[in-house]
């Protein structure tokens, strides 16, 4: 297999065992990349102007390219926008209860790149940070192959995903009890 491949996140071994999945899923995000950096040149005014966004695995310029350094805190934005940062830290360990579709759902108001948990003990004090940055299209492509707004085309990797990994790994994860047909699930 070539060394440039499009890696899942946090390199998680999920795909190993799914015949044709790590294959599939590099496809996926060069195809993701390639329309970003498509879509961030024909905005450009210069057609000589370079997009801010880069495909660093499978790149298609020329010349010489410089690294910089990028720092990112991954804290969401829209949590700090007319709040002090106390109030914008407050909010998003705010357990929010909603009904969707006849359920009743929980989150934090966090954006889906960047999750966290904090578990404080009776002190106050923090000991434990359980984070996530799987995006939906990764649990998509585990379940079914691809991404859900990739349809492959002729000769792409026949990859057809693994729900019984998906169980699998909420089982672990979430709880023993969950099964293949709960009939709490969303549909993937």
Not at 15 to 44: C, K, N, T
Not at 69 to 85: C, E, Q, S
Not at 108 to 137: M, S
Not at 145 to 171: C, E
Request: proline share 8%; aromatic share 10%; net charge negative.
């Amino acid at each position: 297999m070539a060394q440039n491949l499009y890696r899942p996140p946090a390199d998680l071994d999920d795909y190993v065992s799914i015949p044709h999945q790590l294959e599939a899923w590099d496809l996926a995000m060069s195809l993701f990349f390639g329309q970003a950096v498509s879509r961030a040149q024909e905005a450009l005014n210069d057609p000589n102007e370079r997009p801010q966004v880069f495909d660093a695995v499978h790149p298609s310029y020329s010349g010489t390219a410089t690294q910089a350094r990028i720092t990112w805190n991954g804290f969401p934005k829209a949590l700090t926008v007319d709040h002090t940062n106390e109030e914008a830290l407050q909010n998003a360990e705010k357990l929010l209860t909603f009904k969707l579709g006849g359920r009743r759902v929980q989150c934090r108001p966090q954006d889906e790149y960047l999750e966290w948990h904090a578990t404080v003990n009776a002190a106050g004090k923090i000991t434990a940070i359980d984070f996530t940055c799987e995006g939906p299209e990764y649990w998509y492509a585990l379940a079914h192959g691809y991404p859900q707004q990739l349809r492959p085309g002729p000769g792409a990797p026949a990859a057809h995903g693994s729900i019984d990994k998906v169980v699998s790994l909420y089982r672990q994860y979430i709880s023993p009890a969950v099964t293949r047909d709960d009939p709490s699930k969303r549909k993937v």
